[in-house]
T-cell receptor
Framework: AQSVSQHNHHVILSEAASLELGCNYS??????LFWYVQYPGQHLQLLLK??????LVKGIKGFEAEFIKSKFSFNLRKPSVQWSDTAEYFC????????????FGKGTRLSVIA | ETGVTQTPRHLVMGMTNKKSLKCEQH?????MYWYKQSAKKPLELMFV???????ENNSVPSRFSPECPNSSHLFLHLHTLQPEDSALYLC??????????????FGPGTRLTVL
């Protein structure tokens, strides 16, 4: 079965530190890739997505992600985090040819400290 | 506001009660989903409806009963729940084009506590 792995369960960073959250998926075919964020007490919302084209995708709030097909990865990055980035981040994958809904990773909790 | 609303936002119920969660989407989507989000556990997909037809039921106990009367409304009927069913229940919707499920839009969730 297709799966999504997020290796970091909890990441703690100081403000202005750089962020990279890992996401790997297990599928060799065409994929659509997503990162969602859930701020404390709020609903899940889309940060960015990749369907095709430039593998470096820019999303909202200064986030970006790079699709590396050879590594089955779609890591999320931000050069300088802020306290307001404290949230849970979910990677998700959609397999278009499989006619399946999104498969989510377990999530990574990011805590940004002042 | 994502265009997906859920009511109630909080629900406390006893194990013998029967209650229903409601979800409504105003986005013109044709697929709707129920997820369970528990502390320290991954997001669990429970049910998927595609054009009002249930397409997935991920081994969910029968004490959870979904209903999708039309593509804009989704219900989750609850009866004789267990304390371990306490969680945040999320509804989501998405468009489906040419067999591909697109990005999902989530509601705020219903925080369920089973006593």
């Amino acid at each position: 079965a297709q799966s999504v792995s997020q290796h970091n369960h909890h990441v703690i960073l100081s403000e202005a530190a750089s962020l990279e959250l890992g996401c790997n998926y297990s599928y060799g075919g065409t994929v659509n890739l997503f990162w969602y964020v859930q701020y404390p007490g709020q609903h899940l919302q889309l940060l960015l997505k990749y369907f095709s084209g430039d593998p470096l995708v820019k999303g909202i709030k200064g986030f970006e992600a790079e699709f590396i097909k050879s590594k089955f990865s779609f890591n999320l990055r931000k050069p300088s985090v802020q306290w307001s980035d404290t949230a849970e981040y979910f990677c998700a994958v959609n397999f278009p040819s499989g006619n399946t809904p999104l498969v989510f990773g377990k999530g990574t909790r990011l805590s940004v400290i002042a | 506001e994502t265009g997906v609303t859920q009511t109630p936002r909080h629900l406390v119920m006893g194990m013998t009660n029967k209650k229903s969660l409601k979800c409504e989407q105003h986005l013109g989507h044709n697929a709707m989903y129920w997820y369970k989000q528990s502390a320290k556990k991954p997001l669990e997909l429970m049910f998927v409806y595609n054009f009002k037809e249930q397409t997935e039921n991920n081994s969910v106990p029968s004490r959870f009963s979904p209903e999708c009367p039309n593509s804009s409304h989704l219900f989750l009927h609850l009866h004789t729940l267990q304390p371990e069913d306490s969680a945040l229940y999320l509804c989501a919707s998405s468009a489906i084009a040419e067999g591909t499920y697109n990005e999902q839009f989530f509601g705020p969730g219903t925080r369920l506590t089973v006593l």
